[in-house]
């Protein structure tokens, strides 16, 4: 079981930018797939961008490719949301999601065993 704490979110106008951390506690990170999901308010949780253990392999949900990165840093045991042109419609509670699993991206939300608390994203029009 891994702790996860995000950190990063807050206001933003249209067009702005924001990047999101995700803390892990633990000595085996570099063996987690990480996600990241958000959750607007009447909506269902809805898939953002998922990194493989080793960082090598990416997955994007339609709605954010080509404006958010994922990344990691093993060594920092920290997972990364850079977040480009952002949109009112990106305005969510952004989650971290890990699971101990050396393979590819994991992109449902049931796949994951551990979650952050959430960090409010605000975007204004």
């Known amino acids: 079981q891994v702790q996860l704490v995000e950190s990063g979110g807050g206001l933003v106008q249209a067009g702005g930018s924001l990047r999101l951390s995700c803390a892990a506690s633990?000595?085996?990170?570099?063996?987690?797939?990480m996600g990241w999901f958000r959750q607007a308010p009447g909506k269902e949780r809805e898939f953002v961008a998922a990194?493989?253990?080793?960082?090598?392999?990416?997955y994007y949900g339609d709605s954010v490719k080509g404006r958010f990165t994922i990344s990691r840093d093993n060594a920092k045991n920290t997972v990364y949301l850079q977040m480009n042109s952002l949109k009112p419609e990106d305005t969510a509670v952004y989650y971290c999601?890990?699971?101990?699993?050396?393979?590819?991206?994991?992109?449902?939300?049931?796949?994951?065993?551990?979650w952050g608390q959430g960090t409010q994203v605000t975007v204004s029009s």
């Open positions: 999601a890990a699971r101990a699993f050396r393979g590819h991206p994991l992109i449902d939300s049931y796949e994951y065993s551990d």
């Open positions: 633990g000595r085996t990170f570099s063996s987690y797939a």
């Open positions: 990194i493989s253990w080793s960082g090598g392999v990416t």
